[in-house]
């Protein structure tokens, strides 16, 4: 089955910065690849999707890029605010099942 | 957030007693999924559902059993609860295009 892995687990960084998380998956069948945000007790939210015929999408401040070659993908967030402080979950799917990483908890220090 | 609730939204229970857990939604999406998260495993798919009656296992599927004999209601149960199942339990929906959606969640404590 698809393996995906999210790196990295933690990440601080200063309100106005960017925030960079990373994941890589396994099976290139894959083709759909979903950001989540999770805030303390509260539901996963979908935030950003990105589908394996587009290398880059973005919302706003919000951006997610697609290396089908590498198999890898990356949520970027720019000018962080400290409503941005959550768990980061990425995850990929053929359309099934998904497959989830472990997740990046942000923290963005005023 | 879609139309998808949980119930119970909490639930302690002792070893070995049977536990259903539901999930209920109004957007007629093909697919539900349960999944479980505990720290530092993320979102694991327990089983998912492609339609009425039509199921299927996921990663962490031992000791649990679904069903779904209405669109809007997926069933998942507890054979005999153990210590490890204590977890928090998400309902998702998707559609044909994918995207995906979490219920509130189910915290649940076995004793």
């Known amino acids: 089955g698809e393996n995906v892995e999210q790196h990295p687990s933690t990440l601080s960084v200063q309100e106005g910065d960017s925030a960079v998380i990373k994941c890589t998956y396994s099976?290139?069948?894959?083709?759909?690849f979903p950001w989540y945000k999770q805030e303390l007790g509260k539901r996963p939210q979908l935030i950003i999707d990105?589908?394996?015929?587009?290398g880059e999408k973005k919302d706003q401040r919000i951006a997610v890029t697609l290396n089908k070659t590498a198999k890898h993908f990356s949520l970027h967030i720019t000018e962080t605010q400290p409503e941005d402080s959550a768990v980061y979950f990425c995850?990929?799917?053929?359309?099934?099942?998904?497959?989830f990483g472990t997740g990046t908890s942000l923290t963005v220090i005023p | 957030d879609a139309g998808i609730t949980q119930s119970p939204r909490h639930k302690v229970t002792e070893t070995g007693t049977p536990v259903t857990l539901r999930c209920h939604q109004t957007e007629n999406h093909r697919y539900m999924y349960w999944y479980r998260q505990d720290p530092g495993h993320g979102l694991r798919l327990i089983h998912y559902s492609y339609g009425v009656k039509d199921t299927d296992k996921g990663e962490v599927s031992d000791g649990y059993s679904v069903s779904r004999s209405k669109t809007e209601d997926f069933l998942l149960t507890l054979e005999s609860a153990t210590s490890s199942q204590t977890s928090v339990y998400f309902c998702?929906?998707?559609?044909?295009?994918?995207?995906?959606?979490f219920g509130p969640g189910t915290r649940l404590t076995v004793t």
């Open positions: 998702a929906i998707s559609g044909t295009d994918y995207e995906q959606y």
């Open positions: 995850a990929a799917t053929t359309g099934n099942q998904f497959y």
């Open positions: 990105i589908r394996s015929n587009v």
């Open positions: 099976d290139s069948a894959s083709n759909y």
